[in-house]
DNA sequence: TAACTTAGATGGTATTACGAATTAAATCAA
DNA sequence: TTGATTTAATTCGTAATACCATCTAAGTTA
């Protein structure tokens, strides 16, 4: 009892295992902090640091990067302005929508983005180490599964 | 060039295929996502819930807590107060301690982390439906190698 | 007993994120 | 074309998060 998500022989492939689960959650939460912790040492938020990701391949309006964060249009403007002040990104008025603005990346944002990115690859290399390399790909492809 | 994270052919298994690196981090950002909807369903935070889950099996001393939640004591102290208010945790002196605190769920509490639980697997449950069962197991067994 | 260390709480600060209200631009209707 | 409505973004006020520095009380050590 206590728990109520064992792996009940039950009606198909419905039942969540709960190893599964937990397994699930605690990577999550490892590779998360690993995500902010190497964003707070560039003084940056993991939400800041994900809109630098965003905005590697993209030039979103705000309500667009709104919707890519999940996070309302207001958050966002605070969030830009912050990141504007530290010349990471840039604000430029749409030409197809005089109300609309459209942010972007500065030479210093793709800068940071990229060497950011490489210090959490450094970073979950010991993590990801523990696998063969067969073992890799077939997490990879599983996850892939998942997501897709 | 930019993304310096290929599968370079380096001197070993340390280099952190570009794939692997993004679809752990997607799944991660997923799965946070949906703790984070779910803990707010409760007006309670990820923090919180996290919390919650880990007195679940434990009674720790507020030092404790903060380090298993990766935080400073003192940000634990207003966290638990906020959550002592709502009647989910309670504080108890320790007696072998005169300075120490030990943080235990109530059973309103216990109720709660239950039940969010619950929920969770509900929610992850359409996410890792796409996999097949024998393919679930591999998931656990290599998320499990990797964190051990 | 005096000096030090540790546990927790408190106060002040910056950030985050929200909702409500505001301004400006765009669209739709008459 | 004017007027009403919708939409994009910002601003404002609020609550929570988490930090650091500081404080108090309780333990430990010299």
Redesign the interface.
């Known amino acids: 009892m206590?728990?109520?998500?064992g792996t009940t022989s039950g009606t198909g492939?419905?039942?969540?295992?709960?190893?599964?689960?937990d397994?699930?959650?605690?990577?999550?939460?490892?590779?998360?902090?690993l995500?902010s912790r190497t964003a707070a040492e560039h003084d940056m938020s993991l939400t800041q640091f994900?809109m630098l990701a965003i905005l590697r391949d993209r030039t979103p309006t705000m309500a667009e990067l709104a919707g890519f964060l999940?996070l309302e249009r207001s958050s966002v403007s605070g969030l830009i302005d912050r990141v504007a002040r530290r010349g990471l990104v840039r604000r430029t008025a749409s030409r197809s929508d005089g109300r609309a603005v459209q942010v972007s990346l500065t030479d210093d944002g793709h800068r940071l983005a990229?060497q950011v990115?490489?210090e959490?690859?450094?970073l979950?290399?010991p993590?990801?180490?523990?696998?063969?390399?067969a073992?890799?790909?077939?997490?990879?492809q599983?996850?892939?599964?998942?997501?897709?």
Chains 1, 2 share one sequence.
């Open positions: 206590g728990t109520d998500t492939a419905e039942a969540v295992p709960a190893e599964l689960l397994n699930l959650a605690m990577t999550s939460f490892t590779v998360i902090a995500l994900r999940g990229g990115r490489a959490v690859a450094g979950i290399g993590l990801i180490g523990t696998l063969t390399g073992e890799q790909r077939r997490l990879t599983l996850l892939g599964k998942m997501l897709a």
